[in-house]
């Protein structure tokens, strides 16, 4: 079955120190590859996708993630974190197959210190 | 362009009493999709419409129903309400038949039973 994983609940950096988001999947081919995130009371706000082709992709706000197959992760990066990224981040997968699912990882709490 | 919207923001409910969600897609958009995300849980698909149509369901009892309107908007009903309902309850749109299932939520409605 599709899963994904997102190993760390909860994350601290310091503001403009680096950040590096974690998530792992389970998915049989080639997934279809989201990063959201949501800040505190809000709905989620897509960050980044991964279709096909280039496995650096790039954001909004900053963000980027890179696809790597051989370990089935897609990890989000920021060169240097804001003190407004503080939110919980979410990882998700596109199930193919006409399903209209998209299977979430149990998100990472990014916390910014000043 | 307006973004997804649901209304109410916030719905108070007692158990065993029934809960109306509501949701109008980005325009041009015909899919509209609901998640649960409740505390502990993570988020959870929940339902798919297209075109009028419920083309997928996720693993929800029955009492948890909806329908899709000519204009695209979509309702999502709760009947006999249960303590463990209290969640926030997330809309996507897409594009028809968007083969890379890339969804746009709404800011959800936060159901509290009581």
């Known amino acids: 079955a599709q899963s994904v994983t997102q190993p760390d609940i909860h994350i601290t950096v310091s503001e403009g120190a680096s950040l590096e988001l974690r998530c792992n999947y389970s998915y049989g081919a080639t997934p279809y590859l989201f990063w959201y995130v949501q800040s505190p009371g809000q709905g989620l706000q897509l960050l980044l996708k991964?279709?096909?082709?280039?496995?650096l992709v790039q954001g909004i706000k900053g963000f980027e993630a890179e696809f790597k197959r051989s370990q089935s992760s897609f990890n989000l990066r920021k060169p240097s974190v804001h003190w407004s990224d503080a939110a919980e981040y979410f990882c998700a997968v596109g199930v193919k197959g006409n399903t209209g699912k998209l299977i979430f990882g149990q998100g990472t709490t990014l916390q910014v210190k000043p | 362009e307006a973004g997804v919207t649901q209304s109410p923001t916030h719905l108070i409910k007692t158990r065993g009493q029934q809960a109306t969600l509501r949701c109008s897609p980005i325009s041009g958009h015909t899919s509209v999709y609901w998640y649960q995300q409740a505390l502990g849980l993570g988020l959870q698909f929940l339902l798919w419409?297209?075109?009028?149509?419920?083309?997928n369901r996720g693993n929800f009892p029955p009492r948890f129903s909806g329908r899709q309107f000519p204009n695209y908007s979509s309702e999502l009903n709760v009947n006999a309400l249960e303590l463990e309902d209290s969640a926030l309850y997330l809309c996507?749109?897409?594009?028809?038949?968007?083969?890379?299932?890339?969804?746009?939520f709404g800011p959800g409605t936060r159901l509290t039973v009581l």
């Open positions: 996507a749109s897409s594009l028809s038949g968007d083969r890379y299932n890339e969804q746009f």
């Open positions: 419409y297209d075109e009028g149509e419920e083309r």
């Open positions: 991964y279709f096909s082709g280039d496995t």
